[in-house]
């Protein structure tokens, strides 16, 4: 695999859809293994309760392991809570272990609420391990937790998947975005939308990637993750689907979108430095 340009400045991208089973967790761990295996450095923060991510990625996460509820609430710092996977010396996660379902209620007393996980990723450890790209994976709602990761992030990468009710809830998440960028960080904005789980089988599928381009634009990625067995198998063994099968059409359609976004980054840089 070609080796994709490292970007000027770390990229902190929030995976976020309010709604359930779109394919947030699976584009957070297949994304980051893309982007690793074009020799970058990636960290996936979970930031569900549920762990599907850390799950995915081969990371343990039982409760008492340091994971993003402790680094949310400052019991440990980033060097304690970052994680090398397994599988891949490019690859770190924070895991999110069940102690996080309590931290929506917990972090309403604390100081800066909405700021902690942004202050937590500001981090030396992120430097020695040269990350490249940070990947928020959110829970499905629009809580504390997703507000922590809205604030941490410049960037938003919005999965929509293809099917009845598309985009439902999203008209909600772009408000939020807008809130939190007026208030809380103004460089915030939807980056990247990536439709997912395309059957190809399917009229309906093509209405709603055509409905999506023509709503949304140049942020839709020209990449399309299809739907593939594979890739619901792959995190039941710990594993990536770029792991589990690297030659499979979703393994294939991850890569392509790592590239297209990587490449996208570093185009938007230079349009900015002219
Ligand atoms: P979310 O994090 O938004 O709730 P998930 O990533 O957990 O969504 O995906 C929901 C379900 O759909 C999971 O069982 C996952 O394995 C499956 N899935 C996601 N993407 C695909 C795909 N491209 N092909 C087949 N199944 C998929
Ligand atoms: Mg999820």
Redo the contacts with the bound molecule.
Sequence with gaps: LETLPRPEARRVITIA?QK???????TAVNLAAALAAHGLSVLVIDLDPQG?ASTALGIDHRSGVASSYELLIGEVDMSEAIHQSPHNENLYCVPATIDLAGAEIELVSMVAREGRLKNAIDHTALNQHNIDYVLIDCP?SLGLLTVNALVAAREVLLPIQCEYYALEGVGQLLRNIELVQAHLNPSLHVSTILL??YDGRTKLAGQVADEVRNHFGAVVLKTI????VK??EA?GYGLTVLEYDPASR?AMSYLDAGKEIAERGAATVKVRER
């Excluded at 359930?20 to 699976?26: P, W």
């Excluded at 993750?225 to 593939?228: D, E, G, L, Y």
């Design positions: 859809n359930g089973g779109v394919g947030k967790t699976t599907n499905p997912t789980m993750i299809p739907r593939s890739v619901s995190p979703g």
